[in-house]
């Protein structure tokens, strides 16, 4: 499960574009950010993907990606031309495909690594799953299949891209736009697939033209309905919506934070059901994601593209750092997996998180003013100092990283040594001990 926000220049208060995504899934599915530079290829040459080889082009673009360590592809990115792309699971009639094909992961990554502008990601994307399809395990330690929507955004247009199957309906953005784990086109698009419509009057999903609407026709009923996605859907372009002309960084970074679910605050420990935007796993077999990892993008015409990241799960109990393309990059060190490995973000950051979820109410607290005057620090130095040379930048965003492992660390330990008192139900508790075994945390969470 995911959420994806963009707000064009339009719509924001210092005329920037903004996209923002957190992505969900396995609690143990260790995300990096990782950088991947521009490459010339042989003519003729392949690729491999997560599961199939397809042919490789001639140059494929740097590029900035968010990814489970297990895959080829990623959930979110940018490249070095200004299109950043985040994907979501939607869940279609559309049987899936028997032979493992690309998912919709290899599909944001070759969109970003070939494509020069959002539409031309769009024409990429569409091309290639009418070409191959889409279809193989998307989950870790879960098999899970789904297709897939993208927003897919430049420093001038952004674009929403739905598909079902090798059919798919794109909807250009008008000022601001959020996707989740639903279709959310109806009856109104900009381009589509050549036989969209014939395709679902031939399954009897629509008797015509004139009553076909994309998401009525092919969304399928249970599992759009159990990922409580036209809910978080709601609850973001209701925020983008109330907020026109008044979105800046802090902005997106308080969406992805949202824990708001309906007409409320939802609980991060109670139900077997249900999710928020910033989302924590339970009790399965529903709740069995949460959010593994977060990215920011900001686009001026007076400034490099930005790139605001958490480096964990978690962005409630994260902090956001800079980063750019256009600069030398401090490559991981650690290749990530799904147990726990010292020195690595994601999974110190784990240890963190896991220990305020076992008193979320009580512990949360303890960090969170903390966490905002230090990300208010940050924003305030880097528009300072946005103009400044690449190595001067980067070095600025190494000594951020740092600051926030160190605040991590104390945060950690300060955490820790306030008691525990809430009485967590039996069966989420029993949820994380056994995300916890797995990832080999049981002993440092306390």
């Not at 360590?69 to 028997?98: H, L, S």
């Not at 897919?152 to 598909?163: F, G, H, N, Q, S």
């Not at 979320?360 to 969170?368: H, V």
């Not at 994380?432 to 440092?444: P, T, V, Y």
């Amino acid at each position: 499960m995911c959420d994806t926000l963009v707000a064009l220049a339009s719509a924001t208060k210092d005329g920037a574009v903004y996209f923002a995504k957190n992505s969900d899934r396995e609690p143990n599915e260790a995300q990096s950010i990782v950088r991947v530079p521009a490459k010339e290829h042989s003519p003729g040459s392949s690729l491999k993907c997560t599961y199939i080889s397809i042919p490789q082009v001639e140059h494929t673009h740097a590029v900035l990606l968010s990814k489970p360590f297990w895959i080829w592809g990623a959930e979110m990115g940018a490249n070095d031309q200004g299109v950043v792309i985040g994907n979501e699971a939607v869940f279609t009639k559309v049987p899936q495909e028997k032979e493992p094909g690309l998912i919709g992961m290899d599909l944001l990554r070759l969109g970003l690594e070939r494509a020069d502008t959002a539409y031309d990601a769009l024409l990429i994307i569409t091309a290639l799953l009418e070409q191959y399809g889409q279809s193989g395990n998307c989950g870790y330690q879960h098999n899970m299949v789904y297709h897939n929507s993208f927003l897919i955004c430049d420093r001038k247009e952004a674009w929403v891209l739905e598909t079902a199957g090798r059919q798919w309906a794109a909807q250009r953005v008008k000022d601001a736009r959020s996707i989740s784990n639903c279709l959310s086109i109806g009856k109104e698009w900009d381009l589509a697939s050549d036989d969209l419509v014939n395709f679902a009057r031939d399954k009897k999903w629509c008797s015509s033209r004139s009553d076909f609407d994309f998401a009525g026709c092919y969304s399928d009923f249970l599992y759009t309905t159990f990922s409580d996605s036209r809910s978080r859907y709601a609850c973001t372009m209701n925020e983008l919506t109330t907020e026109n002309k008044k979105i800046e960084l802090s902005s997106m970074m308080n969406y992805l934070r949202s824990h708001v679910r309906g007409a409320g605050i939802h609980p991060v420990d109670k139900g077997m059901t249900g999710a928020s935007v910033c989302m924590h796993a339970g009790w399965g077999p529903i709740r069995v994601s949460q959010t593994t990892g977060s990215l920011i993008s900001r686009f001026h015409t007076d400034a490099p593209d930005t790139y605001w990241a958490t480096h964990s799960a978690a962005p409630c109990t994260g902090i956001f750092t800079p980063l750019w393309l256009d600069t030398p990059w401090e490559e991981i060190q650690v290749e990530p997996t799904g147990v726990y490995q010292s020195n690595f973000d994601f999974w110190e950051h784990e240890v963190l998180h896991r220990s305020i979820l076992l008193d979320y109410r009580n512990r949360m607290p303890l960090i969170q003013k903390e966490r905002d005057e230090m990300e208010e620090k940050f924003r305030k130095l880097i528009d300072e100092m946005m103009k400044q040379p690449a190595d001067k930048r980067e070095q600025v965003s190494r000594q951020l990283l740092q600051e926030a492992r160190l605040q991590r660390q104390s945060w950690t330990e300060r955490v820790q040594k306030q008691p525990a008192n809430s009485a967590l139900l039996s069966l989420y508790q029993s949820a994380w001990s056994n995300f916890n075994r797995s990832a080999n945390l049981k002993e440092r969470i306390h």
